[in-house]
């Protein structure tokens, strides 16, 4: 829950949420009849840090979780005599802000309008997140250059990850692989399938900046960009939970993500040189218990689908071990897995499973060994450029584009989960759009708010009957990455004042 201070503008979230509640078209688990996952923990897991994380995680989803049982107690009220101040103080008092004084305003002429409430609701708590993600650096992310000292012992200057654009894959760097998000380039896409010329020009940028900058190192180091992939499968239903795009077949989703890794492998060779700087790691996350399978290279760089080292196999032989005992096995167990692996690689995957230990450790102590919403729970779709506050599981479905038509399949699926998530239970489609520019290039503000309005009023226009019904909504910001400040919020659809701004 996020309480405000209506001196200065502030918010923060508060630290005794209400309990979570599942949200109206999330697909929960069935609870096995032994109950929970026996309690204790594995020598390298990081207690302190989990505790850390779970608290995060908790009151941020529980003030999201909140919004419809709040809702619920103003649409009672909305024929009593004194409905606008009740209901305020209600919003205030439960979830930290107050609602638009025009839509109570008009309650009494017909029905209290939910949807606009309810979008409302997300998008004023989505704002509250971000201002706290952004000057209280709740996710501590102050081990960025740490952690880039040792990604180029590895051999590597920079970790570009792609995965699943499934909310249930938002938290994979900070919470599953227990990595500082400053120092890695996320993006994500529907079944992972990242558009291969966009990470040309990425690879391209970085190589420019490491020849004229020195930055992360110098054009000279002999490190490597290493691309990595994550697709998903689901442990508790893999027929149905897994990867939508992949038709929930674990092997699909797994040979679709090699053939694009190595299709922008071999994009980046024939476009500048044979020995140009690229490396490829694939990983595969279970959505059910964050547990990951790492698919190791081999000496050639080689990697094979039957071949990886699974996390939740390695936690149970070394569980009873000493803690350096248990990282030398790893490190072992890698070795042997592919011949000629090097040893920066070993390295470096060894860091990745030690690290998802704890997140497996996460899951046993605080969600009962794995997730009650194995499905879809997202609570929005993010839409544009932008969104490294989300790191938390089923908190946003991603969609980044430039524009609606080059991003229409995986917009597309994000409709279908929110409907089944939302319009069926007459809730509206909240849809935060949002580009992120660079402060120091000149009139790149005013190109960022014209690419919001240009996308909300092409999502307007292809999901028409959505949004003539209310039950598709928008939300426009901006942000200068470069100020590293907070969001600047442009308007939404939901007041009229803000519709007429779009």
């Known amino acids: 829950m996020l309480r ?41 897991t990081r207690g302190e840090e989990n505790a850390r994380l779970y608290d995060y995680e908790k009151r941020v989803k529980s003030a999201f979780d909140a919004i419809v049982p709040t809702l619920k107690q103003v649409s009672a009220l909305q024929h009593e005599p004194d409905f606008e101040a009740r209901a305020q103080a209600i919003a205030h008092e439960q979830l930290g802000f107050e609602l638009p004084e025009e839509i109570l305003a008009d309650a009494w002429v017909e029905q209290l309008d939910m949807r606009r409430l309810f979008a409302w609701g997300v998008f004023e708590t989505y704002r509250r997140y971000c201002d706290d993600f952004f000057t209280a650096d709740p996710l501590g992310s102050n081990d960025a250059d740490s952690f880039q000292a040792f990604l180029q012992e590895c051999g590597f200057h920079t970790l570009d990850v792609s995965p699943c654009a499934d909310g249930r894959l938002a938290h994979v760097i900070r919470y599953v692989l227990r990595l500082p998000y400053r120092a890695v380039r996320r993006k994500s896409y529907a079944g992972a399938m990242f558009d291969i010329e966009d990470s040309l020009a990425k690879w391209t940028e970085t190589e420019l900046l490491r020849f004229r900058e020195g930055r992360p190192n110098t054009a000279d180091a002999p490190t490597r960009y290493l691309k990595t992939l994550v697709y998903h499968h689901s442990s508790v239903d893999p027929e149905h939970e897994g990867c939508a795009a992949h038709g929930s077949d674990t092997a699909r989703a797994a040979q679709a993500g090699l053939d694009r890794l190595l299709g922008f492998q071999k994009a980046v060779q024939n476009s500048f040189c044979c020995g140009a700087s690229i490396d490829l ?28 080292m699974d996390a939740l196999e390695l936690y149970g032989s070394t569980r009873n071990m000493p803690a350096t005992d248990a990282q030398d096995h790893i490190a072992g167990r890698l070795r042997s897995a592919a011949a000629g692996i090097p040893d920066g690689m070993v390295r470096l995957a060894a860091r990745l499973l030690e690290n998802n230990l704890s997140q497996i450790d996460y899951v046993r102590g605080y969600h009962g060994g794995y997730y009650s919403d194995i499905g879809h729970a997202e609570r929005f779709i993010g839409a544009g450029i932008g969104f490294e506050e989300v790191q938390l599981r089923n908190l946003t479905y991603f969609d ?61 226009a292809r999901y028409a009957d959505l949004a003539g019904r209310g039950l598709l909504h928008t939300l426009l910001v901006v942000r200068d990455c470069n100020a590293g400040g907070r969001i600047e919020m442009l308007g939404c659809s939901v007041t009229p004042e803000a519709a007429r701004a779009h």
Not at 28 to 33: F, L
Not at 402 to 431: R, Y
């Open 4 to 44: 405000s201070n209506r001196q200065s503008g502030r918010s923060q979230l508060w630290t005794q949420p209400t309990a979570p509640r599942r949200r109206p078209g999330a697909v929960g688990a069935v609870r096995p009849a032994d109950g929970p996952v026996a309690s204790g923990s594995h020598p390298l």
């Open 281 to 308: 790691l694939l990983i595969g996350l279970d959505t059910d218990t964050d547990a990951i399978r790492v698919h190791v290279p081999d000496g050639s760089g080689n990697i094979e689908l039957d071949r990886y």
């Open 400 to 460: 980044y584009m430039n524009t609606v038509e080059e991003a229409a399949p995986d917009l597309d699926v994000g409709i279908k989960i929110f409907s089944g998530l939302n319009v069926a239970h007459g809730l509206p489609i909240p849809i935060v759009v949002r580009f992120d520019y660079h402060g120091q290039v000149p009139e790149a503000r005013e190109r960022a708010i014209a690419h919001c309005h240009r996308v909300a009023d092409a999502l307007r």
